[in-house]
């Protein structure tokens, strides 16, 4: 059973459309992370949400945003996104700030056009 | 500061090859964490191995193996006689002991033929 479940698979969106990527999960973590990886390279952390407190990674655009309306949704907003944005979008959880249970999800694949 | 250095960057093998992957790691933290991750074709970071910087002790899980030394900051994964379904991308990674983040190396690529 999935516990980390990101939707869509597959994301295309237009250049300069804001979109929207949904992970959510059924672990009751307490933390949820979103990573990008472009293309042939390893997943970079944007920021990540310990319950509600929210914390930006230094060099994450300001063209990324998130929101975490409950513990289990976590949305990662591109509010501009721009052809270099296109990539796989991981969201992971994890019971606690020491890393317990980290779990990566699906991942998402945004092509932008 | 951390860093992870995986110096192959694509290794190609014949089916029932062994073959291993190398894994270099850099911190000044007398506690850390290693880990190896596989990411298949499609995308998602499939979890193999977490190791504590006090743990040296090799392990092996099925084909699966890993060498760990503190001595050369080296956390090196060996699969014996390996399958087409072991071609993906490993990652391995650092983590800080209370982390919330990985950091990762820049994967290798591994292709098995068949």
């Known amino acids: 059973d999935a516990m980390v479940i990101q939707n869509p698979r597959y994301q295309v969106t237009q250049f300069g459309k804001p979109v929207t990527l949904s992970c959510s999960q059924t672990?009751?973590?307490?933390?949820m992370y979103w990573y990008q990886q472009k293309s042939s390279q390893a997943p970079k952390l944007l920021f990540h949400y310990y319950d509600k407190d929210f914390n930006n990674e230094a060099d994450t655009p300001d063209n990324f945003q998130s929101r975490r309306p409950n513990t289990s949704f976590c949305f990662l907003d591109i509010r501009s996104p721009g052809l270099g944005d296109a990539a796989m979008y991981l969201c992971?959880?994890?019971?606690?700030?020491?890393?317990?249970?980290?779990?990566f999800g699906s991942g998402t694949r945004l092509t932008v056009v | 500061a951390q860093k992870v250095t995986q110096a192959q960057t694509e290794i190609s093998v014949v089916e029932k090859e062994d073959v291993t992957l190398d894994c270099v790691y850099e911190t000044r933290d007398t506690t850390y964490y290693l880990f190896w991750y596989k990411q298949p074709p499609s995308g998602e970071l499939v979890f193999l191995i977490r190791r504590n910087s006090f743990d040296e002790q090799n392990e092996i899980s099925g084909r699966y193996s890993w060498n760990f030394q503190k001595s050369t900051s080296s956390f090196n994964f060996t699969i014996t006689a390996s399958q087409v379904v072991d071609s993906a991308v490993y990652f391995c990674?650092?983590?800080?002991?209370?982390?919330?983040?990985?950091?990762f190396g820049s994967g290798t690529k591994l292709n098995v033929k068949p």
């Open positions: 992971a959880t994890s019971r606690d700030l020491g890393g317990r249970g980290y779990t």
């Open positions: 672990l009751n973590h307490n933390v």
């Open positions: 990674a650092l983590a800080k002991y209370n982390f919330n983040k990985f950091y």
